[in-house]
Structure formats: structure tokens, C-alpha cells
């Protein structure tokens, strides 16, 4: 049988898997980070598919493209995909891409900038797997909105951007432990329904397509933990770099981080993200840094069968 291979480099942030496509990746041609991914959603899905979902992957996959950047003081341009679409931005899948490709010989120590779909991004490869991000403007639209849920009743919350779109629930307050994340799920799915039937978008009509759950911390020294449903219906196992983006903003419109200060936010299965922010110079939002730590686990070569009628994944 022939084969078709993609040459891939898988890692996991913070627990949160990330598998980098080295090679064999569609030519998307030129453009901006923003160009390419509307060029693969639009040419070439079935490459996203055969790449994070079964049987090569799973629900909790998330893919990186690596490219050429537009800008000669770029190191690469880099976008991110899941087992249902696309994330315009992804913290922990550019920290396991700076691990990457730190592996790989292209990136030394030291401060890079990648361009992603929504932005240029700036991140610091420490010594021992630690990578900070320096992430995109990121900021509260809609604070303390109400919802009514068809199993929850009504649940508040608020509208924030950390590079993806997060409601950010306020209450009812949830136990946030990983022996509940079949109750957790079901409660962030009946959520996000309820954002959809009532109309609740982000800006420019985005959806809302993450929900964040937060409680109190296990982990000596964190402030929060918590849990994030992503658009596929799987949960983070990182305490997700978008989403404490998101807080950030929101706690520094609440006034309750000063800028500089250290958040520690624990993931739910006890991994640990350190954010702080500075202050964006016209007020709107702040650029949060998130640092975390990421491990390469498996160098592979994936085989797509020309007679293998599930050879393009299946679909979630």
C-alpha cells in the first residue's frame, strides 16, 4: 500500500499535547498567518482531521503549522488547529513550538517573535523547557452578563479575549476538582448553548466558543484553579494560555492584579501557568505574559493510506 507521511513532533505543555508538523503540510502558498489558516480551512480541512483526530489523534489534540514569516524579524509564522477547527491564537501550542523547535536546532535561548492569525507574538526560550509569552492584546467586552441555561439555571459571567473568545463564569460558584469533569463538561457545554441561543458574541460577531470554570486552588502558591472547555468539547489539562489571558484582563479591569504582579493559575489536574501583564498604552486591555514549561514526547512519522477510508481522521 502506498503511503502519504507527515513528519511530526509531538510535546505536551503543562500536560496539554501539541503535535508540530515538520513535514508534509499543504502548501498554503504565501500571505499572513491569517491568509494561510482561510486557506487551509477553506483547501485543505481534511489535512487538519488526518492530523489530530482518530486514529492518529485524539479530542485533546491541538496541531501547529510552522511557516515562513512574512517579517525577516520573525522566526516563524505559526497556526494553530483542533479536533472540530481553527484557534486564532494558542499559548501552550506556541510554547510546545518554541520547545520544538529549540529540539530541533532552528531556535536558541533567548526572546523570538512569531506571527500567528491574530497578531504577532513575542515569547522567551528559558533553560529547562520553561517558555514565557508574550500574547496579544487581551481584554473584558462584557462584564457580569447573565445566561439561561436549559440544566443550570442562570449562570453570570464575563466576555473576555486572550486571543480566543472565553466566558468566564462568575457564578454559581463550581467545585473545581478533576474527579467532576463529567459534571464540569456537561455544565460548560449547557453554557455555551446558552451563549449561542442568546446571541452573546464576541467582537465582530465571534463566537464564544470557550468556557472557563474557576475554583479554589490545591497547589501551594496558586491563586485559582480551573477548568476550560474548548470548542471540541475537550477539557484543557493545562491551566490554558488564552484563557489566563482572559482572567488577566478581567482582574485588571476589576482592579484586583496590579500591573507586574504574578498570577499563579492551576490547571485542573494541577499543572501551573505564571501570568502577569502590562498596561496597553491607550487603556484598551492589557498584553498579559504567561510562562510555562513544555516536554518533547514522541518524533514520528505519520502514514495516511491512499485505500484507507478513514485515512483523513474522524471527524468529532
Known sequence: MEHTRITIIDSHTEGEPT??????????????????????????????????????????????????????????????????????MCVHGTIGATVTLAHLGRLQLGRHRFETPVGDVAVELHTGGAVSVENVRSY??????????????????????????????????????????????????????????????GDEGAEVDHVEIFGLPERDGADSKNFVLC????????????????????????????EGQTWHQESIIGSQFEGSYRVVPDGNGVIPTLTGRAWITAEATLLVGREDPLSMGIAS
Open 231 to 258: 470548542p471540541g468539547n475537550a477539557y484543557d489539562r493545562s491551566p490554558c494560555g488564552t484563557g489566563t489571558a482572559a482572567k488577566i484582563a478581567c482582574l485588571a479591569a476589576d482592579g484586583k492584579l496590579a
Open 140 to 201: 473584558r467586552l462584557i462584564e457580569n452578563v447573565s445566561v439561561a441555561t436549559s440544566h443550570h439555571g442562570t449562570v453570570k459571567g464575563d466576555v473576555a479575549y486572550g486571543g480566543n473568545w472565553f466566558f468566564l463564569v462568575n457564578e454559581p460558584e463550581q467545585v473545581v476538582s478533576s474527579r467532576r469533569l463529567t459534571d464540569l463538561t456537561a455544565f460548560a457545554v449547557d453554557v455555551r448553548q446558552a451563549l449561542r441561543r442568546s446571541g452573546i458574541r
Open 19 to 88: 503535535r508540530v508538523v515538520v513535514d508534509g503540510a499543504p502548501d498554503l502558498g504565501g500571505g499572513s498567518a491569517a491568509d494561510r489558516l482561510e486557506r487551509l480551512r477553506r483547501e485543505h480541512d481534511n489535512f487538519r482531521s488526518c492530523v489530530v483526530n482518530e486514529p492518529r489523534g485524539h479530542d485533546a489534540m491541538v496541531g501547529t503549522l510552522v511557516g515562513e514569516p512574512l517579517s525577516s524579524e520573525s522566526a516563524a509564522q505559526l497556526i494553530f488547529f483542533n479536533n472540530v477547527g481553527y484557534l486564532g
